[in-house]
């Protein structure tokens, strides 16, 4: 489906965003707290991208921001990821009461869009990162809940399990050796995928102003900080949007390819 | 005996029924956590207010009895569903004005730019998907494919700035003033669109290779049919009934778009009535918004399926 360029541009890409947030902050030429010249200076009159509306260093923001953003979405896959997981093995190991009401639970939670379920927990908790990536965690769960149970009710399905479960095998023994070991392939890309989706959703929201602390450097935040001077300073918001943007491509392109990878045979 | 036409056709209102019912069942559920999830994680909302130093503590203590907060967990659940059926979704808490008004007043504005969002959408989509699949081995179908997946992948935020951008650039350009555009609602329902034609081009695209490739086609193509127009409309036809369900989701879904589209060109709406009830804490329209949101998904969630199951014979005996 995708070529082979695609992936290896994607592959770099991503790489390079993960570099970017590990050492980042180490490279940044200036503090993004701080104020370092004239307000909106542009890209030629001052280091590689000119400086925001309050005189920081928009580099050195990005350079942060990178952190910021990557790990607010790392935090949130991850934890999208273990209570999808759980919940969907437990749902076919259990296939009887407890899987009906697991699965009739995500499926009326699925009723509210994810986004609109992520800003109910911001309404709940208030705005700041931690609600920021809980909404976007939690708020992914029951999509994922559905798809990881749908990869364990095939292999649950398979012979060698049949064969495991009359040779004695306990449900833990079964989940752990059997249907977790065979599921890793497409619970890899299911989770890239749901990455993607996690990155959008985290920078959407801090975009909206849902993450408190607008002098915290994140992608979303800048490019919304950015939004009152389009004319005057374009690469204000255009910058990140376009890290932004590269990014769930790359990741989403990635995902496509695993997808392929581990589509199950026959 | 029972004739099998007349079979068939309880059978299918049976399935419709039993849809029907699994669509309320979920609303339900999906209201009742909303309802608790708020209530569990606000605990006492007038409290805030406190805080805030908006009231004084007889007027807190007034609001807490005028909203019904003094009462039990389950007495306050029950009133809360009893007022949903009348449509009385509480007041809020900075104005006291009835929640069901103020999502009303903001309703017509959304319901304009999700409408013409999805109409333009779809009609993107369908372009993009046909053109797509039906030249699959040229450029520009290779071109189209790549652009509906770009629509998938770039945020709303960054598709309005862009679009904001390239207006106020070319208004500079014009020496003319092109705000109208953002006003006149024609950019924010074009943004909307271009979010929206992703996934309707990727079905179309798939259902219309598939289709394509079936045996029916190249029995057209043997008998003499062109590559036209003639042979695409019969070569749609089977990759119709998916587009339509997903159509009717979209529409669910593009309420968070207009969550972004109305705060980035500033139009007024249920998006922007929610973001900024978050952020004040104006708790009962943030769970007024949802519970409504939660209901009106459900309900085009079933008529997505009713209208598949009418156009696509296959779904109706699927039990």
Known sequence: MTGRITIIISSFWVVAVILLAIFGPLAAPADPFSPVGEPLLSPLEHGPMGTDALGRDLWSRILYGARQSLSAALLATTLTVSIGTTLGLIAVLYTSWLGGIILTLANAALAIPGLLLAMLFVAAMGPGYLTVILA????????????????????????????????????????????????????????????AWAFMGITTL????????????????????????????????????????????????????????????G | MVPASHRTQTHFLIDIAKRVFEGLLTAWIAVTLTFFALRAATGDPVSSLLSQGLATVEQAQALRTALGLDQP????????????????????????????????????????LALSGLISGVLLGFFLGTTA?????????????????????????????????????????????????GYSGLLPALVLGITTAGPIAKVIESGLIESL???YIHAAMARGYQKDLRLLWHALRPALPPVVSLSALEAAYLFSGTVVTETVFSRPGLGRLLLRSILEGDFPIAQGLVVVAAIFYTLSHLGADLIAMLLDPRLRDTT
């Open chain 2, 73 to 112: 967990l389950t007495i306050q659940y029950l009133d809360f569903i009893a007022g949903l059926f009348k449509g009385d979704l509480g007041l809020s808490l900075y104005t006291s004005q009835p929640v069901d008004q103020i999502i009303l007043q903001q309703l017509p504005s959304t319901a304009e």
């Open chain 1, 136 to 195: 976007i965690g939690l708020g992914g769960a029951p999509g994922f809940i559905r798809l990881s149970r749908s990869i364990f009710a095939q292999i649950a399905d398979e012979g060698y399990v049949d064969v495991a479960r009359a040779l004695g095998a306990g449900k833990l023994r079964i989940a752990r050796n059997h249907i977790l070991l065979n599921a890793q392939g497409p619970l890899l890309s299911l989770a890239t995928t749901h990455f």
């Open chain 1, 206 to 265: 801090t975009f909206l102003g849902l993450a408190g602390d607008p002098s915290i450097p994140e992608w979303g935040v800048i490019m919304n900080s950015g939004r009152a001077f389009l004319i005057d300073a374009p690469w204000l918001a255009v910058v990140p949007g376009a890290l932004i943007s590269l990014t769930i491509l790359a990741v989403h392109h990635l995902g496509l390819e695993l997808t392929d990878r581990f589509r199950p045979r």
């Open chain 2, 213 to 215: 490739q079936s045996e």
């Open chain 2, 133 to 181: 699949a039906w030249k699959r081995d040229h450029w520009t179908g290779k071109l189209a494919s790549s652009l509906s997946g770009l629509s998938t992948s770039v945020p709303v935020a960054f598709i309005a700035i862009l679009a904001l951008l390239l207006v106020g650039m070319l208004g500079q350009q014009t020496t003319g003033n092109l705000n109208f555009l």
